[in-house]
């Protein structure tokens, strides 16, 4: 991961998701993970995604309507998520930038899949047709490399998430 980093110039062609775990709370959320850790040191990571939105039709008692999903899917290892609401905000300051690993023609299938996968599961009883994409934007998610102390374990590195609060020990 360390050799993915790059220290470049936030590019401005790129949204940023809005962190809901802002820098202010980093402290509090990891005291919530464990009270044993003591904050060394944190910076911010704009993880690299892409944004897909996606609009079909769909028919229902004899109405029909347009419906529209987002799918997220990151641009390291291709994982996807829906998405039912998006914030954007601004980046963090001085962030390291992760560099994209994967090209858009796959990630665009990934998602297209993926949509489809849960419309069809949303939609069971109605009828839907066509899956037309609407729009595509490059994202980056902030997340917060956090290096900490632990009284009984020695040096520990997180990574926890500004969406979600969620966590990963590396």
């Known amino acids: 991961m360390k050799e993915a980093l790059l220290n470049e110039a936030v590019d401005t062609e790129e949204a940023w998701l809005a962190a809901r775990l802002p820098l202010d709370d980093v ?58 609401r998006i914030e954007f905000g601004s980046p963090p300051a001085s962030p390291v930038l992760l560099k994209p690993e994967l090209d858009t023609p796959p990630l665009e299938r990934k998602a297209r899949q993926h949509v489809m996968q849960v419309r069809r599961h949303r939609l069971k009883g109605r009828a839907a047709s066509g899956l037309e994409l609407v729009e595509q934007q490059w994202v980056r998610k902030p997340l917060w490399r956090v290096a900490a102390r632990h009284e009984r374990y020695g040096d520990i590195e997180l990574l926890l998430d500004g969406v979600t609060g969620g966590y990963y020990v590396m």
């Not at 939105?53 to 529209?68: I, N, P």
């Open 27 to 84: 402290e509090r959320r990891v005291g919530g993970i464990d009270t044993s850790l003591e904050v060394r040191e944190v910076q911010a990571v704009g993880f690299p995604y892409l944004l897909f939105t996606f609009r079909w039709e769909s028919r229902r008692w004899k109405r029909t309507r347009q419906e529209l999903m987002s799918c997220l899917v990151d641009r390291c290892q291709g994982v996807s998520t829906t998405l039912e």
